[in-house]
């Protein structure tokens, strides 16, 4: 559906010249193609006059207001290319991202928001049906696309000065089957500062507007606006009009000290500020500065600072968001990790609500070698024909289990014995890494290997570290998304090969030692390793089925 409708936007571009326009006329093509009756008379209608009525009706039937396409366009042509086609919410969610984030020349990405922004702002809400939901400066509607997945039945008003965008968002609105969607033309600082009508979710995307020079109302507490502090009218008004929770995009640097401060010392003071997610660089096109995510609710004593500044991939001249839910767990869980530290009101400096100004209070490095008693590599050891041989195992990476303890083994062969069998061998709680990959493989050596010589193949690093607790817990941390996300950066930095040099100054944080961390991570272990058990029987019950 997406490449359809990118090359009847394409064939459409020949005609003419406004790309709101060429979207729109898109979107109108869409409507008639989804009703067979109507797109088939169309088709068979062999006087074009009447065809053209027949197309204005149709639209103004659903109250859209008509744009015309050219004499010379062959809309035979595009709804015979669109018959029997389903229209699915995910590909128009794509063939929007792409003409206006990725097609940068149509210049559309002032009108729209990235597609997982969207998606992470409708999970933040948690919107549920017959909800009020206000987007004012909505766009062209973006964010319906990702709203229709959460909730189709919330009641939702969205505003916005531009004609033209709106005539969008209500296509798309149509298209996507709301059941309650108001949009209108309007100038959201020509309504009351202090409204009748509240709404049960905000969402807003301020435009940065330098023109607007806007006074604020002797109500607000906010007043007198700072002329740089772009965002902070649109915020104000928005913030009288919100009931359970809002959202705002904003630019960091007006979490901190200067033109923002008027705007974080009314958060805190209010307890308004719930959450505060400071975004990755150049996730949106010709946006030079560096953006957050503002969550505002009631009645809060605390408020949770997120760092996802390296939550990103890099795509072409931009870089796209991912890890949405290691930040949606980090959001929920409201737990402190080494990207999110949950502080008291009276902790947060009024200043600066910037969650990288607070790194220091979780993200303490220290190097794995601090927890070590050694690390070494696996090796091949040559069998000699004598009558010094003993028994010994060889452990690969085949053999590692990928939930608790790894405590089979069954390549069995003879070595000959000899001081390095000793030095080689590898003992309970001991945690092996593949030393190739992206990300490594991990095991943690059961008790099984106590009485018996069970050798490393090359490739294999073995981490023995000074305490058994701790090797449970760095095993279980170096599992985790979080530890995932530190390995794969490292050894990303090491050309995808490390040794036990390498591994020793790896940095991790030095919350790792703290104890009330490695009680949860040993905790944690054990059921891991009850999990673990449950899928090996299980596999193992599936293999038998199938004759393996």
């Known amino acids: 559906m997406m490449k359809n409708l990118l090359h009847i936007f394409n064939y459409i571009q020949k005609y003419h010249d406004d790309n709101l326009d060429i979207l729109y006329l898109t979107l109108e093509f869409l409507l008639i193609a989804r009703n067979a009756n109507v797109s088939n008379a169309l088709i068979v209608q062999k006087h074009k006059t009447r065809a053209l009525e027949d197309f204005k009706g149709f639209l103004e039937s659903l109250e859209l207001e008509v744009v015309e396409f050219h004499p010379s366009l062959n809309y035979k042509k595009i709804l015979k290319s669109l018959q029997n086609l389903t229209i699915k919410t995910h590909s128009l969610a794509e063939f929007i991202q792409i003409i206006t984030m990725q097609k940068t020349i149509l210049k559309l990405y002032e ?138 995009i904003a630019r960091t640097a007006l979490l901190s000290k200067g033109a923002g401060e008027r705007l974080c010392k009314h958060l805190l003071d209010s307890n308004l500020l719930e959450c505060v997610i400071e975004l990755p660089d150049n996730i949106s096109p010709y946006k030079a500065e560096s953006y957050s995510l503002l969550v505002i609710s009631n009645t809060n004593q605390r408020c949770l600072l997120i760092d996802a500044r390296n939550f990103y991939l890099k795509e072409g001249k931009y870089n796209k968001l991912i890890n949405l839910e290691n930040i949606l767990d980090l959001y929920f869980s409201k737990q402190a990790t080494q990207y999110s530290y949950l502080l008291d009101y009276a902790k947060i400096k009024e200043t600066n609500i910037r969650p990288s100004a607070y790194s220091h209070h979780s993200n303490a490095q220290i190097s794995l070698e601090t927890l070590l008693e050694c690390a070494y590599r696996g090796s091949r050891i040559a069998s000699k024909n004598d009558s010094g041989l003993i028994s010994c195992y060889d452990f690969g990476i085949k053999d590692f289990n990928p939930y608790g303890f790894s405590d089979s083994f069954c390549d069995s062969t003879l070595k000959a014995n000899s001081a390095q069998l000793n030095l080689l061998k590898i003992k309970p709680f001991d945690v092996l890494f593949s030393m190739r990959g992206v990300i490594p493989k991990i095991a943690i050596i059961g008790k099984e290997a106590e009485d018996k010589i069970v050798l490393p193949n090359a490739g294999i690093l ?87």
């Open 111 to 248: 009108y729209a928001t990235p597609i997982e922004i969207n998606t992470l702002v409708c999970a933040i809400l948690e919107i549920k049906n017959g909800e009020s939901v206000y987007n004012p400066c909505c766009g062209l509607g973006s964010w319906l696309l990702h709203l229709n997945t959460y909730s189709k039945d919330c009641v939702f008003y969205g505003l916005d000065i531009n004609p033209k965008l709106i005539r969008i968002a209500k296509a798309l609105a149509l298209l996507l089957e709301f059941k309650f969607c108001t949009l209108n033309v309007g100038n959201v600082f020509s309504e009351t500062f202090v409204p009748t009508e509240k709404y049960d979710k905000v969402f807003c995307y301020p435009p940065l507007l330098q023109h607007l020079n806007i006074k604020a109302p002797k109500e607000s507490q906010l007043a007198p606006y700072n002329k740089t502090a772009l965002e902070v009218p649109f915020i104000d008004y928005s913030l009288m009009r919100f009931e359970k929770k809002a959202v705002f």
């Open 462 to 548: 073995v981490l023995r570290f000074k305490d058994s607790k701790i090797a449970k817990a760095m095993y279980f941390y170096f599992s985790s998304k979080d530890g995932q996300e530190i390995l794969k950066k490292f050894y990303l930095n090491h050309n995808e090969r490390v040794g036990e040099k390498e591994i020793k100054v790896l940095q991790i944080p030095s919350s790792c030692l703290e104890s009330k961390f490695l009680e949860q991570c040993n905790t944690n272990f054990i059921q891991l390793c009850k999990h673990g058990e449950n899928i090996a029987k299980h596999t193992k019950n599936v293999k038998t089925l199938l004759g393996f």
